[in-house]
């Protein structure tokens, strides 16, 4: 349970954010220059706020209003940044048992042999960080945080540095460790993917402000506004002309919506979620339906992205590249798409 | 032609420029001058003379210069900024008129009330350290400026409390640009001649140190004698660079 209450004046930026975690893995999600990893360092003590209140598992971190100000040393949290996270003069052993040293903890050296062994750490340990690779420096630095049973893990984007079948792995590993050690972790990054992968529960964070948090299905489904939704990858953001018994006009297109809010000022669906029809059936007991043609055909890594324009308006829909050669979709051509009518969301404009 | 190989060209006449004079000089006397020269008390004296007042200058050096260059390094303030500027002075002014300032300063009736410095250990050794800190500092500000403080946050958020963190992380990364920046303070005080003739008096036997002595006996006529203890402080100048530099190899942290 990580609460944190955090004011703070850069001049020409500012942080003004109210957040509560209670699940193991939390994720801070923005693009960057958001504020992420100012907030992570309040929260380690790395500086002040100009008013603030971090409370982790009941202990009170920091109170602004009451003049407490735990020093990092004694706040019992865990930071791993991106980079420079090994101490570079003392070998991976002497870096793996600075923590437990330092707060002269008792060595456990059942839990010190199962990490080592877990992270495939036991020969390295004579070696020095600059002889091991990107992702067994984060691996040393996750087992020398988890060494020290911190209260809770922060997590500064640790992984961004590294290539992608490393990342992942090492993702596996970080929420095998968490969980196995019941240790809470604020995971700060500005990757979707990545976000969409770690979190239980997220608080995205654009300039300074959360502007929606809660859990991951909930926020990923029903982004709240326009710029929320644009980066949760709802790349079909139409601005609604009119509302009319229960279904939204959009220039000119009337579509059936699921839930409709008071503040509906546009509609979010993402590309996912626009089904192409098949023209050769009957498609009348479909909802929503499109007729356009194909403008551009993108190839993505996980399919293809069709841009589809009905009169004004231009829609994106994400098949596989199995449908596309089926149906022989190519630029210019005719086709049908369906807007999955509970997949429509709507949110106001901000 | 490429500009590694043009630079070749004026590299080499410097490199043969430095070496023709000191080994024109080395040409120019025997080993019995050197002999001679140890059993010379006077000289002797001066040696003494002056390895103490360089050690306590660059003991006062490191004790004010590296939380100084630390300061610099680390602070973002306007003030620390003019300060850093106030350290290029005494490297800036020429060490004869550090002297006369010196003096200026010591025959003030006020200083006079607490101690005389003129002519005096103590006069020599504070013109040696005005002159001499400015290194340590410089050094000490470049080296902590290359260490990053994310690794005393991260030692703080590992349990060590502010002074550990520091000792252990920063601190053991920018020693050996700090060392550095001590040798360097350290032969500037064993060599300095202007400031210390004119706060010490150099007078022989009591505040004389290497470089007075080598003038002395250049006036006096003894050019052989005082070529021969130039010659001796080249050697203890180029033994001691290749001693730091020996042991900042030998301990040098890849980062």
Redo the contacts between chains.
Sequence with gaps: MIEAVLKKDFGNFSIDVEIQFRSLRNVLFGVSGSGKSSILKMIAGFYEPDYGRVVVNGRVLLDTERGVNIPIYKRNVGYIPQEYTLFPHMDIEANLLYGVKAKGLKFDKDKFDFLVELTGLKNLLKAHPYQLSGGQRQRVSLVRALLVEPDILLLDEPFSALDRPIRDGLKELLVELLESFKVSAIFVTHDLEEAYEFSEEIAILENGRIVQTGEKGEVFSEPKSRSIAELLGFKNIFEIDELKNGEIVVKGFSFKVERLKNNCRFAFIRPEDVFLLRMDRDISDKENVLFGRVLRVFEKPSGMLLKIKSKELVVYSKVTRHVVDKMGISEGMRVAVSLKRDAIVCGDGT | MKLTKVSFFPTILLVTFVLFVIIWGFLGISLSDFKRLFLDGEFLSAVIFGLETSFVSVALSSLFGIPAGFLLARSEKFLVKVIDVVFDVPIIIPPLIVGVLLLNVFNNSFILEFYSFVFTFWGATIAQFFIAFPFTVKASKSAFELV?P??E??????????Y??FF??TF??AKSGILTGLVLSWLRSLGEFGATLIVGGGIAYKTENIPINIYLKIMEGNFREGLAASLFVVLVAFVSVLFIKLILTKNK???
């Design positions: 990053p994310i690794y946050r991260i030692a703080m958020t590992l349990g060590a409390n502010y550990k963190s252990d992380t053991k990364l942290v890849r980062l």
